[in-house]
């Protein structure tokens, strides 16, 4: 064989080992500096709600299994969690650390990263993120702590901003963004609206075309800023609203945002015991909260049976009679332009109290621990 058809095929050879070898680095790049492909992302989930519930605690441990099965189920190989994770402010129930650390652990052995920043549940105090009630979670495996705004290709995750911070927002060049965010317009609930308060204004969000935040925990979408919603219903704020669970975003192939819903979350509804009764109306369901308004005559024993009939025959966790009220309709001239946050609001309302009868530090302390 001639050499020259050797050295050719060497040539050759060495060409393909060559191309191979750059695609085989570009795709290790890639598969190493790329925050994830296809992520699974919940927020909102309060462990400690409800002074501390077993009750509560417990449907967080389930929704963790259920979001957990769900991301495997869907090809997820990274979590995110969006802030708020503990309930209260200043104070850690033994019985909640319990139940937090065998959740983070679950999912730190469940994706290969699992991130998770602070929402403003999470801080001690309201206007720095010095003292936070999940930094632990950095020395569990599997967990990515974040307490400062990280940016890494087109991804950026964002803890809840204090002081100035916001200013930064405008610029990132990110294409998603993670964060809790506090943003006029939007529904706290579904009885409630955020008034036009704030620094931080969805204009700021420029360069993103997709942001993803917890705090406000109804599920909601407005152009591309995604309120992910709480992981499931937490109060009667939430009544009738079952949306809620989780979301997940392939940006490997560049899907738009699926959201799943935890159906066999806890369900809260207000109804009429009128229809509570009427055998069609189909209301009543395991692990239901309802709050009844009475509406035909009935006596309190007879009250007591459908309470206690109700609740044993359906698993409910709760039924409340109220009895029916006239509502007069209240009219006010509020400038919501003047509003303020939530806590601000209450904070200075309690801090306004001119009597000697009331500790206002103790009542403050109080709202805080809520």
């Avoid at 964060?179 to 529904?187: A, K, N, Q």
């Avoid at 969805?202 to 309120?227: C, D, L, M, T």
């Avoid at 499931?232 to 997940?248: K, L, Q, S, T, V």
Wanted: charged share 30%; with cysteine; glycine share 4%.
């Amino acid at each position: 064989m001639p050499n020259g058809m050797l050295r050719s095929n060497e040539k050759k050879k060495i060409k393909v080992d060559f191309n191979f070898k750059r695609s085989y680095t570009i795709n290790k790049l890639i598969e190493d500096y790329t925050l994830f492909k296809k992520a699974a992302v919940f927020t909102d989930i309060h462990f400690g709600l409800k002074g501390n519930s077993r009750v509560h605690n417990e449907d967080c441990e389930e929704f963790v299994d259920w979001f957990i099965e769900q991301a495997k189920a869907n090809g997820c190989e990274t979590g995110i969690f969006c802030g708020d994770w503990h309930h209260n402010r200043n104070s850690l129930n033994l019985t909640t650390m319990d139940a937090t650390i065998r959740s983070l652990e679950k999912l730190g052995k469940a994706f290969d990263k699992f991130y998770m920043f602070v929402g403003n549940h999470d801080l001690y105090y309201k206007d720095k993120r010095d003292v936070s009630s999940t930094i632990f979670g950095k020395h569990i495996e599997g967990i990515t702590f974040v307490d400062e705004m990280y940016e890494e290709e087109d991804v950026c995750l964002v803890p809840w901003l204090v002081g100035d911070e916001w200013k930064k927002i405008e610029k990132v060049k990110a294409k998603y963004m993670f964060g809790h965010f506090e943003l006029p317009s939007f529904y706290m609930n579904a009885m409630v609206q955020m008034p036009d308060h704030g620094d931080l204004r969805p204009s700021h969000f420029a360069n993103q075309e997709y942001v993803f935040s917890g705090h406000f925990h109804k599920r909601q979408v407005q152009g591309k800023i995604h309120y992910i919603g709480n992981a499931f219903p937490h109060n009667y704020a939430d009544a009738w609203d079952d949306e809620r669970g989780m979301m997940i975003l392939d940006r490997e192939n560049n899907k738009e945002p699926e959201y799943i819903n935890w159906w066999n979350c806890p369900k809260y509804r207000t109804t009429s015991l009128s229809k509570l009764l009427d055998p069609n109306a189909d209301i009543i369901k395991p692990k239901m909260y309802l709050r009844v308004t009475i509406d035909v005559p009935i006596s309190y024993e007879e009250a007591q049976f459908i309470k206690e009939t109700y609740i044993s025959q359906h698993n409910c966790r709760e039924i409340t009679l109220i009895p029916q009220k006239q509502i007069e309709e209240i009219t006010t001239d509020l400038d919501i332009s003047t509003f303020e946050s939530v806590d601000e609001i209450v904070s200075k309302e309690i801090t306004a109290i001119d009597s000697e009868n009331f500790n206002k530090k103790m009542l403050l302390d109080i709202y805080n621990e809520l």
